[in-house]
């Protein structure tokens, strides 16, 4: 074992700070690593929290845990940041909104930008998981901002999701109701503090009553104040009740096969694309087609198929 995972494993939270920026930054060593990771994984439970930008999911992050250390259980916490990829904002806006836990031992929180070109979660999020789980952290929490198609990957690394809106939610909802709805296994009304927290909760149960269900898990709908701290009880009670439904109800293996078959499928995709764009001829075909597909002789499909030819994957 390298002395890098030797660190690791007797619990070196600077041990684990370099993995996961390995992990994220350098594709020759990540895959050695994660091979050593994986037997130690499987133990973490894993909490997400996604919603539209500033519904209070940092806030809500911190206020939980402060309850899920008070159950004696280590938190590791990996927010996603859209907005600031290049600052390092990210890193310094969730530091003020988790004050409560960054000071604490038990609790290691790792903000990342989003880099990647499509989906919410920064790409290496996975992976950064993998790491928190190896490294023995009871409870993962993710908070990823949920728009769109890239809402739908956070139910693949995840047992539980809740979706957190706000009052002011009410139009937005209307474009992003279906897929955030699909993914809920709890909703939570944040920043109840204000008008109109009750009737757009009201609103969100009769929507949830008229979907068609596919489990016996209603999901529920809780107001709370990450601000003033209150409803918070609740919605860690709500949470600790679904993972207990998951249990029973053996919809837990069923889950964590779905994300296997997701892990593995990131994988195959991820192989390819550096299959391609590793190779010397790609980016010189790319630049001469690009040309011809702006002076519309080329169709952008047909130039795919003709990069692809060029590394031997074309058909
Ligand atoms: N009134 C009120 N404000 C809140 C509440 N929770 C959070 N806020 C405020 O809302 C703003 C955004 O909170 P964050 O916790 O950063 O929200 P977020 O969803 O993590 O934001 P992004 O990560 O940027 O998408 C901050 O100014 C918080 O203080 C609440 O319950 N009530
Ligand atoms: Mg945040």
């Not at 903000?111 to 789980?133: E, I, N, W, Y």
């Not at 919809?251 to 593995?264: H, K, N, P, T, V």
């Not at 010397?280 to 130039?303: G, I």
């Amino acid at each position: 074992m390298t002395d890098l995972l030797r660190r690791f494993f007797s619990g070196d939270r600077l041990a684990l700070a370099r993995v996961i920026t390995v992990i994220e930054n350098d594709p020759e060593r990540r895959e050695t690593l994660l091979q050593a990771l994986h037997p130690h994984t499987g133990h973490a439970s894993r909490l997400g929290l996604t919603g539209p930008p500033g519904a209070g999911k940092s806030t809500l992050v911190d206020r939980l845990t402060s309850l899920i250390r008070r159950d004696g259980q280590t938190v590791g916490i990996v927010a996603v940041d859209p907005t600031s990829p290049f600052t390092g904002g990210a890193l310094l806006g969730d530091r003020l909104r988790m004050q409560s836990t960054w000071a604490d031992p038990g609790v290691f929180i790792r903000s990342m930008a989003d880099r990647s070109q499509s989906g919410g979660l920064a790409s290496a999020t996975p992976d950064v998981m993998v790491a928190l789980d190896a490294f023995g952290k009871d409870t993962i929490l993710v908070e990823t901002v949920g728009v769109g198609q890239s809402t739908f990957d956070i139910a693949n690394v995840t047992e539980t999701t809740v979706v957190v809106l706000t009052p002011e939610s009410g139009d937005s909802i209307q474009a992003m109701k279906a897929g955030l709805m699909e993914i809920a296994d709890l909703l939570v009304v944040n920043k109840a503090d204000r008008d109109g927290a009750s009737r757009f909760a009201s609103e969100l149960r009769m929507m949830l009553d008229m979907r068609q269900r596919t489990s016996e898990w209603l999901p529920p709908v809780l107001k709370t104040s990450a601000r003033d701290n209150t409803g918070i009880d609740d919605l860690y009670a709500s949470i600790l009740c679904h993972r207990a439904y998951l249990t029973q109800s053996r919809e837990l293996d069923a889950r964590r096969l779905r994300q296997s078959r997701a892990a593995i499928t990131r994988a195959i995709d991820a192989r390819i694309a550096r299959r391609i764009w590793d190779q010397p001829e790609t980016r010189p075909a790319l630049d001469r087609l690009a040309e011809r597909v702006c002076r519309r002789e080329v169709e952008p499909y047909a130039a795919a198929d003709e990069v692809l030819r060029t590394v031997g994957l074309g058909n």
